[in-house]
T-cell receptor, first 113, second 115 residues
Framework: QKEVEQDPGPLSVPEGAIVSLNCTYS??????FMWYRQYSRKGPELLMY????GNKEDGRFTAQVDKSSKYISLFIRDSQPSDSATYLC?????????????FGGGTRVLVKP | DGGITQSPKYLFRKEGQNVTLSCEQN?????MYWYRQDPGQGLRLIYY???????QKGDIAEGYSVSREKKESFPLTVTSAQKNPTAFYLC??????????????FGSGTRLTVV
């Protein structure tokens, strides 16, 4: 079993809909949680970063962490065709920078005009 | 502009050859990483380095080698011992220190194909 599980999709939604993405994990030591967006043939870019449990909002993006359930979510409101990409969750157990991240397999999202 | 530069974008390797992927950063980051990405498997860590002249194996280091002679550079060699090298390779860097791991910056990747 993988340490971090993520549905590969594709997830297809109409423009303007809410996109809901999630990851489950097994390592209870994870305390730093990140969501990355990756366009085709490009490197990932950081979208959201959350420490421990709770919600965080940034524009159209909301990240939620439920450590008791070992479950994290990313919501994208008012989705646009430009949101079509692969979304990767990533986690880390240590506060020290330079610590390796554990990634989910990514969910491919298609937003149709 | 600060960032990470990976070259080449596309690389073709014949079976039995070693090839070296370049990664250079001008962000003054101490830590650098190499990840491999295969379809549906996310990113898997090959090697990482937190300081010049020091590096550690990641989860899938077999068949790969690295060096860190300069802070700005972290080249990855894919050796002939790597049985399935066709993949997308991503280099990343982050600041070192007692900080949360939100400072990762990725390069644009190198797509390696064995022919």
């Amino acid at each position: 079993q993988k340490e971090v599980e993520q549905d590969p999709g594709p997830l297809s939604v109409p423009e303007g809909a809410i996109v809901s993405l999630n990851c489950t994990y097994s390592n209870s030591a994870f305390q730093y949680f990140m969501w990355y967006r990756q366009y085709s043939r490009k490197g990932p870019e950081l979208l959201m970063y959350t420490y421990s449990s709770g919600n965080k909002e940034d524009g159209r993006f909301t990240a939620q962490v439920d450590k008791s359930s070992k479950y994290i979510s990313l919501f994208i409101r008012d989705s646009q065709p430009s949101d079509s990409a692969t979304y990767l969750c990533a986690m880390s157990a240590s506060k020290a920078a330079g610590n390796k991240l554990t990634f989910g397999g990514g969910t491919r999202v298609l937003v149709k005009p | 502009d600060g960032g990470i530069t990976q070259s080449p974008k596309y690389l073709f390797r014949k079976e039995g050859q070693n090839v070296t992927l370049s990664c250079e950063q001008n962000l003054n980051h101490d830590a650098m990483y190499w990840y491999r990405q295969d379809p549906g498997q996310g990113l898997r860590l090959i090697y990482y380095s937190q300081i010049v002249n020091d590096f550690q194996k990641g989860d899938i280091a077999e068949g790969y080698s690295v060096s860190r002679e300069k802070k700005e550079s972290f080249p990855l060699t894919v050796t002939s011992a790597q049985k399935n090298p066709t993949a997308f390779y991503l280099c990343a860097s982050s600041p070192r220190g007692d900080r949360p791991p939100d400072g990762y910056t990725f390069g644009s990747g190198t797509r390696l194909t064995v022919v």
